[in-house]
């Protein structure tokens, strides 16, 4: 599938104000803030999130992630940080999403799936109806210190492209994304859009000239 316009591009790991500005004037669509975690980058203050969320221009999304699964403490978690989207990068015990979209009427949920085998597609029709949207990524959640984003690696983009096929919601694609694979990842996946974290980042720090090469070379796709 070759798209006729640019994915839209989530920058993920925004650590300051600087960061969002950055982000934003190139061209991303949404920012994501990741709360606690229990590995992985990118880890800032709920009163930080908030401060950051609250500068952002609209239409910018702004994604909170949390790994908390249980509906009280996610609620109360986004109501400190006060985003326009609440990103989910583990399950959640069955029930908690119907639960958690009841609770939060006005918000976006997005569900990460961790796309680890052929399995990952049914975990992801299963958790559809209940969010506006899934974000394929390649995390671990089985390791006793679970891996929940931000890890680098790329996973099997033919499950992927499965999912992203039979999911009637818009789909994004994470993990391991860099300026030098996002065009075939686009072509073989064919995504709505594209979240990326440690790909755009040198030393820890957001990396203006590969945030450039990033969507210049997604420019040349909507070409």
């Known amino acids: 599938m070759e798209p006729t316009v640019r994915v839209r591009v989530k920058v993920c790991c925004i650590m300051s104000e600087e960061e969002a500005r950055l982000a934003v004037r190139h061209g991303a669509a949404a920012l994501g803030l990741v709360s606690r975690m229990p590995s992985g980058p990118g880890v800032i203050s ?4 908030a401060q950051i ?19 009280e403490a996610l609620v109360e978690e986004h109501r400190r940080t006060r985003t326009n989207t609440l990103q989910l990068v583990d399950s959640l015990p069955p029930g908690n999403l119907q639960r958690l979209r009841e609770a939060l009427p006005g918000v976006r949920l997005v569900q990460v799936i961790h796309v680890t085998g052929p399995a990952s597609v049914d975990e992801a029709l299963s958790v559809a109806p209940w969010v506006d949207a899934l974000l394929l990524d390649s995390g671990n959640p089985t390791l006793a210190v679970k891996e929940l984003g931000g890890t680098g690696r790329v996973h099997d983009w033919e499950v992927s492209r499965r999912i992203r096929e039979q999911a009637p919601i818009p789909v994004f694609l994470a993990g391991g994304l860099r300026p030098e694979n996002v065009l075939e990842a686009v072509r073989q996946v064919g995504p709505y859009g594209l979240d990326i974290c440690s790909g755009l980042r040198t030393q820890g720090l957001l990396d203006e000239d590969k945030v450039s090469r990033f969507f210049r070379a997604l420019d040349t796709l909507a070409a």
Not at 46 to 49: A, P
């Open 46 to 49: 709920e009163e930080r999130i």
């Open 53 to 71: 969320a609250a500068k952002v221009p609209p239409p910018v999304g702004t994604f909170l992630l949390s790994s908390s699964t249980e509906v």
